[in-house]
């Protein structure tokens, strides 16, 4: 488990430099950047930054730390405990409850309470938009 497949090619990398067989584990993988937005039921269902799903469950990011092996771990780590516990389900309530049609797109109770879920919001679809031109 990890947050992208260039985890795995890292990790295979490493061990072909070092002579080493690649372990047991490794041979089932779970590409979180793919399963998360799924399971919380946000983006566009194709796989999102580590950042970004932190910021929609609510969790802060360090940005000085971010791409930092052992930081990125421990976000992705977190935010595989919410989905393995269930305790993502509370988020995910508050999110559909929040993206409930409204006259104003960007506004929603949880982005009028979390401003920076409007703002993400908003940037998620501005590049909706850019992709799509």
């Not at 070092?18 to 950047?33: N, Y």
């Amino acid at each position: 488990m990890a947050w992208s497949k260039n985890d795995r090619a890292q990790i295979e990398s490493e061990c072909a430099f070092k002579g080493i067989e690649v372990p047991r584990q490794l041979r089932r993988w779970l590409d979180l950047q793919v399963v998360y937005p799924r399971v919380l039921g946000v983006g566009d269902g194709r796989k999102m930054r580590l950042s970004t799903a932190a910021d929609w469950y609510g969790a802060e990011v360090d940005s000085d730390k971010a791409h930092r092996a052992l930081y990125d771990a421990r976000v992705t780590a977190e935010l595989m405990r919410q989905i393995m516990t269930g305790s993502f389900m509370d988020q995910k309530r508050a999110l559909e409850s929040a993206m409930k049609p409204a006259s104003n797109p960007l506004s929603s109770k949880l982005g009028d309470a979390c401003s920076s879920l409007a703002a993400l919001k908003a940037s998620l679809l501005a590049a909706e938009a850019q992709f799509a031109a």
